[in-house]
């Protein structure tokens, strides 16, 4: 029986508030993204992890900031891309919230939040979010794999811990998707049941997969045999 929601670590050291578009054109590197965060041994806080119709939605952002160290920020869908269709200002707007719990809130320990911010054309954040000119924001050209080496450079950095290398990430990331199919059809599930499944299910089969395959994520692509 699959879980309901994201089984989260307790530790404010460990989450990352995860600010994202959610259309499905996104979504190769919305799993891309997870995965990557999981396997650098953190633990993604989004809200899709659970769904409740009855939730505000601010206060579910509001306690998924507080409770999470990092936070990675995705601005690669402020821009409308047709006539008559409003920019996305969600992002702008949670990263707003991430950067004044940093700089306001009476409790030290946010004085340490670190975030990563992501676009998808180099300098275009500039255009829409001038506010954010001379930040160090990281551009993945809507290429998963060039999302992976950001995700997993900027852990390295905040960190100083050595990281599994990205191409390893990418490889098992695939392996991943390979093994979930498989297993899926062998459940007579087809790949929609796949791409329709829910975060807090696709982030659990994650997790349990990483765990099954090793015990220290460097190890991963050794014991694949690789």
Not at 41 to 46: D, E, L, Q, S
Not at 113 to 139: F, P
Request: proline letters at 3%; glycine letters at 6%; hydrophobic letters at 30%.
């Amino acid at each position: 029986m699959a879980k309901e929601k994201i089984e989260t670590m307790d530790s404010f050291e460990k989450n990352v508030f995860v600010n994202c578009p959610f259309d499905n054109e996104y979504n190769s590197l919305l799993k891309t993204l997870l995965f990557t965060i999981l396997y650098c041994g953190y633990n993604p806080r989004i809200a899709l992890e659970r769904l409740d119709s009855g939730e505000v939605r601010l206060m579910k952002i509001k306690e998924l900031i507080d409770e999470s160290k990092f936070s990675i920020h995705d601005l690669s869908r402020i821009k409308s891309s047709g006539k008559d269709e409003y920019y996305r200002l969600n992002m702008p707007f949670e990263i707003g919230l991430d950067l004044g719990c940093r700089l306001y809130n009476s409790d030290k320990k946010y004085r340490n939040k670190k975030s990563l911010i992501l676009e998808a054309e180099q300098y275009s954040y500039q255009k829409g979010l001038s506010d954010l000119s001379n930040s160090d924001v990281r551009c993945h050209k809507n290429e998963p794999e060039e999302l992976v080496y950001d995700i997993r450079n900027w852990f390295g950095d905040i960190s100083g811990n050595e990281m599994p290398g990205g191409s390893m990430i990418w490889d098992n990331y695939n392996y991943f998707l390979t093994d979930l199919f498989e297993t899926m059809k062998d459940k007579g599930l087809k790949q929609k049941d796949i791409d329709k499944m829910t975060i807090p299910e696709l982030v659990n089969k994650m997790k349990d997969w990483i765990e099954t395959k090793t015990t220290k994520p460097n190890n991963v692509y050794k014991a694949l045999g690789e």
